[in-house]
């Protein structure tokens, strides 16, 4: 069966992003660190963010949770850039491959509305892709079905036809059709 698109997440495949890299210099021992970004800058809180909430709405809800954080609360988008470490050049490798051999590239990612522009500006690789779902524009998250039902009907919008009847099959970094 022949590739006919790839859909690639950024983090993690793309762009090295993680917390860590950020509270590593805020918070140096590592159990207190762990212990605050498992209950208090958790992912189930930045995937509100991911899925449109405001970055301040956000913030602020959680800083009147856990007001003796506040500076580490405010540090996390304020200071968002610092999490972001690079790209990954496997992935990179990944995309130059795919599109030299004229395979069409979409993009599907978990990110905030507000923080995804630095990322775009910063990393050219991201505007090799047709068209890219940002979690944060749609309103919807992975693993929510509606943001692939999103992604299928923006490949079909340029290539249509290409999803009838295939399946998705993961391919180390992304979603083949």
């Known amino acids: 069966m022949a590739i006919k698109a790839v859909v690639f997440d950024f983090g993690g495949v793309l762009i090295d992003w993680s917390p860590q890299y950020l509270y590593r210099t805020l918070i140096p021992d590592e159990a207190e660190r762990q212990w605050f970004l498992t209950n208090v800058c958790t992912m189930d809180w930045v995937i509100r963010q991911d899925g449109g909430q405001p970055l301040a709405e956000g913030?602020?809800?959680l800083i009147?949770?856990?007001p003796e954080h506040e500076a580490l609360i405010r540090a996390f988008y304020e200071r968002w850039h610092e999490m972001v470490a690079g790209v990954l050049h496997d992935g990179v490798a990944t995309v130059d491959k795919l599109e030299a051999a004229g395979v069409p590239l979409f993009g599907l990612t978990n990110w905030s509305d507000e923080t995804f522009p630095y990322a775009w500006e910063k990393f050219p690789v991201l505007r090799r892709f047709r068209d890219i779902v940002v979690s944060g524009r749609v309103k919807m998250v992975k693993p929510d079905p509606a943001i692939f039902s999103e992604m299928?009907?923006?490949i079909d919008a340029q290539l249509p036809g290409v999803a009838k009847g295939?399946?998705?099959t993961v391919k180390g970094l992304g979603n083949a059709l």
Do not use: S, V
């Open 166 to 168: 295939a399946g998705e």
């Open 64 to 66: 009147a949770k856990f």
């Open 152 to 154: 299928r009907a923006r």
């Open 59 to 61: 913030t602020a809800e």
